[in-house]
């Protein structure tokens, strides 16, 4: 098929968006060839997503006409735009659990099923550990264990009816230096929600050195908290340094049981690129699932295309990819994808 060799060459599709036309076309011949343009820039604007379209249809091009709920998301999305336009032999894919044509907006394994049927699934995954309700988890408590929403933890004996006040003791037994009212007026600020006030209490009662230089074994929430007391003057508060590189900044990501910095979560993110070999920042990932780097991926003629305004190929800017206003701003130029002028035409 002309299709599928476009949509793999050397792990790019070098024109997606025209292998899914044509498929389209197969089937619905009697759709305009702006129609189905039009509609596949909408659901999948970005060449990622086109691509991933593209190898699901050319390699099994019923899923757009058998109803089975498998594949990327965009071919429901797909069906969905094009089905008011007249489609005569295209079928909405159905739940894998329930079989309404319903959003798939959740996945089963490699089946597609739609959010009611994903809770239920949850649900029955983890009963509530209070009653054994297998409904929807609303909460978990000190133990990380589900609760439903008639088995708040927080009304347990022993929860506490002020978490906002047991944090605030933990605070105060280092006496940072700050009144009462400020304390509570900060810990309400950054943690809000009385769920977040429990959990943060629960964790400073099962290790309060988490304030004083352990935060990394803590949660997001209790990290927010030390920064926010820091920033409003409290002594005795000491900042979580970065388990890997020992500078003391905010820990924003979890590596391992841990959380580290920003720069030391991307190290552990660096791949060797399978075209130069290069161990760096994946930029893309090839049809295989291989990874790519910003420079082999600019350089590939799969990402190069001919502007409609000057007749140009050179590499899209990643706004033009999505056909969005603004793209090439930076040199005063306007940069039109030929194909994205072809999916203004009318939609009739």
Same mark, same amino acid.
């Given at each position: 098929?002309?299709?599928?060799?476009?949509?793999?060459?050397?792990?790019?599709?070098?024109?997606?968006?025209?292998?899914?036309?044509?498929?389209?076309?197969?089937?619905?011949?009697?759709?305009?060839?702006?129609?189905?343009?039009?509609?596949?820039?909408? =659901?999948?604007?970005?060449?990622?997503?086109?691509?991933?379209?593209?190898?699901?249809?050319?390699?099994?091009?019923?899923?757009?006409?058998?109803?089975?709920?498998?594949?990327?998301?965009?071919?429901?999305?797909?069906?969905?735009?094009?089905?008011?336009?007249?489609?005569?032999?295209?079928?909405?894919?159905?739940?894998?659990?329930?079989?309404?044509?319903?959003?798939?907006?959740?996945?089963?394994?490699?089946?597609?099923?739609?959010?009611?049927?994903?809770?239920?699934?949850?649900?029955?995954?983890?009963?509530?550990?209070?009653?054994?309700?297998?409904?929807?988890?609303?909460?978990?408590? &000190?133990?990380?264990?589900?609760?439903?929403?008639?088995?708040?933890?927080?009304?347990?004996?022993?929860?506490?009816?002020?978490?906002?006040?047991?944090?605030?003791?933990?605070?105060?037994?280092? $006496?940072?230096?700050?009144?009462?009212?400020?304390?509570?007026?900060?810990?309400?600020?950054?943690?809000?929600?009385?769920?977040?006030?429990?959990?943060?209490?629960?964790?400073?009662?099962?290790?309060? $050195?988490?304030?004083?230089? &352990?935060?990394?074994?803590?949660?997001?929430? =209790?990290?927010?908290?030390?920064?926010?007391?820091?920033?409003?003057?409290?002594?005795?508060?000491?900042?979580?340094?970065?388990?890997?590189?020992?500078?003391?900044?905010?820990?924003?990501?979890?590596?391992?049981? $841990?959380?580290?910095?920003?720069?030391?979560?991307?190290?552990?993110?660096?791949?060797?690129?399978?075209?130069?070999?290069?161990?760096?920042?994946?930029?893309?990932?090839?049809?295989?699932? &291989?990874?790519?780097?910003?420079?082999?991926?600019?350089?590939?003629?799969?990402?190069?295309?001919?502007?409609?305004?000057?007749?140009?190929?050179?590499?899209?800017?990643?706004?033009?990819?999505?056909?969005?206003?603004?793209?090439?701003?930076?040199?005063?130029?306007?940069?039109?994808?030929?194909?994205?002028?072809?999916? $203004?035409?009318?939609?009739?």
């Amino acid at each position: 098929m002309t299709g599928s060799g476009a949509a793999g060459d050397g792990g790019f599709g070098s024109q997606p968006a025209a292998v899914i036309a044509a498929i389209v076309a197969g089937i619905e011949p009697g759709l305009g060839d702006g129609v189905v343009t039009a509609a596949i820039m909408q =659901v999948a604007p970005s060449r990622a997503q086109q691509r991933r379209l593209a190898s699901a249809l050319a390699g099994d091009p019923g899923l757009l006409t058998s109803g089975r709920p498998q594949g990327p998301p965009q071919i429901e999305l797909l069906i969905r735009a094009l089905f008011p336009l007249g489609t005569q032999r295209m079928i909405l894919p159905g739940c894998a659990h329930c079989g309404q044509p319903r959003r798939l907006v959740q996945c089963d394994g490699e089946l597609r099923i739609c959010s009611a049927c994903d809770r239920r699934r949850r649900g029955a995954a983890e009963p509530c550990a209070a009653c054994g309700n297998p409904g929807q988890v609303a909460y978990r408590d &000190e133990h990380g264990q589900p609760r439903c929403a008639r088995c708040r933890p927080y009304d347990s004996p022993g929860s506490g009816s002020d978490p906002v006040a047991g944090v605030m003791a933990h605070v105060s037994n280092l $006496r940072p230096g700050l009144g009462q009212l400020r304390q509570r007026e900060v810990i309400q600020q950054v943690i809000p929600q009385p769920f977040q006030q429990h959990q943060v209490l629960w964790e400073l009662d099962r290790n309060p $050195r988490l304030l004083t230089g &352990e935060g990394a074994q803590g949660s997001p929430r =209790v990290n927010v908290l030390i920064h926010a007391l820091l920033a409003a003057g409290a002594a005795g508060i000491v900042a979580p340094a970065c388990p890997s590189c020992g500078r003391a900044v905010r820990l924003s990501h979890r590596r391992g049981e $841990r959380r580290c910095c920003r720069r030391c979560y991307d190290q552990d993110q660096l791949q060797a690129c399978s075209r130069c070999r290069q161990r760096t920042t994946v930029a893309s990932r090839t049809a295989a699932g &291989e990874p790519v780097c910003a420079s082999c991926f600019r350089q590939d003629p799969a990402n190069h295309e001919q502007c409609a305004n000057c007749g140009r190929t050179a590499p899209l800017p990643s706004a033009a990819a999505t056909g969005k206003p603004g793209a090439g701003a930076a040199t005063g130029r306007r940069w039109r994808p030929a194909r994205y002028a072809a999916a $203004r035409s009318p939609v009739t």
